[in-house]
């Protein structure tokens, strides 16, 4: 069951009596309430106990002690943390990539941050380098990523051909943008992948570029791909993006006619971007709007079009 926004639980019905689990995450936080500092080794046995492949990230307990650690906040606390990423069980090396993804948000708010930036600077590319784990890796390559380490070239490359789709994903992000020759190569082969998820990942990069033939079919495949997570990815990046070709515009208005209201919205907003004459008929095809739409930036294109286009209208 869900508890909370974010986390799971088990709960049992049996007898007419319903029960709920979670009492490690019970546990951790009266101990943190009352400064009761469990070792961070008994925090970890907790948050992955509950194993599911690399560990139930979900999962109370798990997300109980991961707050904790966090809140910590010592030097101590975060090198016994990270010690864990040789553990041989995966779920201990995912727990600890997870930790070092959340510290780095949380960090901003210390006077440590250099410490802590500094430390992972020299932690990440290692681990990237040695882990085999595919799920832990994907977790290692989107904090080297976020890190904007230098490295992160070398292994989106390394990594591109990679057996598992979740590795694979990681990579069209871990090239700086625009893309040279050799990245956009490694990325338009992402972008014909028998993975979906792989290719709209490759499509959230590649719609932001200004291609070239044959790059530029690649794009125009991905706005027309048969999975619609492809092509809602592929013409929300297409419609803010540098591609601003008759082939790209076109593909943007075959698109009015999806199912997808937000594909439909995306699409025209595309065509306002470009000018299109197109756009007001564009809008009037998206339909009405529910209000998860109220503050979308999206709606002010057709205003911003027609101030461009019909100043005296």
């Not at 780095?104 to 040695?130: I, N, Q």
Request: glycine fraction near 8%; hydrophobic fraction near 40%.
């Amino acid at each position: 069951m869900r508890d909370g926004a974010a986390d799971r639980v088990e709960e049992v019905t049996l007898g007419g009596r319903t029960v709920r689990a979670g009492h490690g995450a019970v546990l951790t936080r009266l101990e943190w309430r009352y400064r009761i500092l469990a070792p961070v080794g008994e925090l970890m046995a907790r948050a992955v106990r509950h194993e599911d492949g690399a560990g139930d990230e979900e999962h109370v307990d798990r997300s109980a002690a991961c707050w904790v650690l966090l809140s910590r906040q010592s030097a101590e606390t975060w090198r016994e943390v990270v010690d864990f990423h040789r553990h041989p069980s995966p779920a201990h090396r995912a727990f600890v990539a997870d930790f070092l993804g959340l510290g780095r948000l949380m960090s901003g708010v210390t006077d440590h941050a250099p410490w802590y930036e500094k430390r992972r600077a020299e932690l990440l590319p290692g681990w990237a380098d040695t882990e085999r784990d595919a799920g832990v890796l994907a977790r290692v390559l989107r904090l080297v990523t976020e890190e904007d380490l230098p490295q992160a070239r070398e292994f989106g490359l390394r990594y591109a051909g990679h057996p598992d789709p979740r590795v694979r994903s990681r990579v069209p992000w871990m090239f700086d943008r625009p893309l040279d020759p050799e990245t956009a190569r490694a990325v338009c082969d992402l972008g014909r992948d028998p993975d979906a998820g792989v290719r709209a990942e490759a499509a959230g990069v590649l719609g932001g570029e200004e291609l070239g033939e044959p790059d530029r079919a690649v794009l125009l495949a991905l706005l027309r791909d048969a999975d619609p997570q492809v092509r809602h990815r592929a013409v929300r990046a297409t419609a803010r993006g540098a591609d601003r070709s008759p082939e790209v515009t076109e593909a943007l208005a075959e698109l009015l006619d999806a199912e997808e209201q937000d594909v439909r919205l995306s699409a025209a907003y595309g065509l306002a971007l470009r000018d299109d004459p197109r756009t007001a008929e564009a809008y009037a095809r998206v339909g009405p709007l529910g209000p998860e739409f109220a503050h979308d930036t999206r709606l002010d294109g057709l205003w911003r079009w027609r101030l461009r286009n019909e100043p005296n209208g």
